[in-house]
């Protein structure tokens, strides 16, 4: 059970290139998220999927698109790089059932700068 | 989702408990206080979560007060690794749309020396 799992580790991207992250989980997951932690901050709230083939804007969705390709993977596209999406990138999961409150799990991060 | 007040920082000797404070003054009824914790690089984990009452699993313990305004995270006996940032987060529970989402302050940077 490798819980969820980021790829790449490490990213160098020049401005107006186009890349993306992929994210997967092996818990049967229903939620999936990602986010975006600038130096010195608390994490942001990109996109997230509630549930397999459903996604919405988060917090700071601008210049970012996402697929929930199946229940275990959603990737990150950044379609156009600039500077100000040098960043660390986390995917997370969270099981959905009933009403009760489950936590999320996060991935190591992707670490990506664009120069 | 309330918002959340934390110091920026605090000390604690290794093998003393850590008492980790949180404001949460304008919580609802239906809000749920959690703690994650994020060592350094890593992804945040998981810690503890609580609606009203006293929690406690292995890692560590929940305080909340009983007008639920405030919280204490209690790691009993800190250790080297502990050393993160910690990060107290209210919000409801439940499931569909936005409700599982999370939103994160800038935390509580627990420096455990020995």
């Known amino acids: 059970n490798a819980g969820v799992t980021q790829t790449p580790k490490f990213q160098v991207l020049k401005t107006g290139q186009s890349m993306t992250l992929q994210c997967a989980q092996d818990?049967?997951?229903?939620?999936m998220y990602w986010y975006r932690q600038d130096p010195g901050m608390g994490l942001r709230l990109i996109y997230y999927?509630?549930?397999?083939?459903?996604?919405d804007k988060g917090e700071v969705p601008n210049g970012y698109n996402v697929s929930r390709l199946n229940k275990r993977e959603f990737s990150l596209r950044l379609e156009s790089a600039a500077p100000s999406q040098t960043s660390v990138y986390f995917c997370?999961?969270?099981?959905?059932?009933?009403?009760?409150?489950?936590?999320?799990?996060f991935g190591p991060g992707t670490r990506l700068t664009v120069t | 989702d309330a918002k959340t007040t934390q110091p920026p920082s605090m000390d604690c000797a290794e093998g003393r408990a850590a008492n980790l404070p949180c404001n949460h003054s304008?919580?609802?009824?239906?809000?749920?206080v959690y703690w994650y914790r994020q060592i350094h690089s890593q992804g945040p984990q998981y810690i503890i979560h609580?609606?009203?009452n006293n929690e406690t699993n292995e890692m560590a313990s929940l305080i909340i007060t009983e007008d639920r305004k405030s919280s204490t995270l209690i790691l009993p006996h800190a250790t080297l690794r502990d050393t993160a940032v910690y990060y107290c987060?209210?919000?409801?529970?439940?499931?569909?749309?936005?409700?599982?989402?999370?939103?994160f302050g800038k935390g509580t940077k627990l420096s455990v020396k020995p």
């Open positions: 997370a999961s969270r099981v959905q059932q009933g009403g009760s409150s489950y936590e999320q799990y």
């Open positions: 818990m049967n997951h229903n939620s």
């Open positions: 999927s509630a549930s397999e083939g459903t996604t």
């Open positions: 304008t919580i609802s009824g239906n809000e749920y």
């Open positions: 609580g609606l009203k």
């Open positions: 987060i209210v919000r409801v529970a439940g499931y569909g749309g936005s409700q599982g989402n999370l939103i």
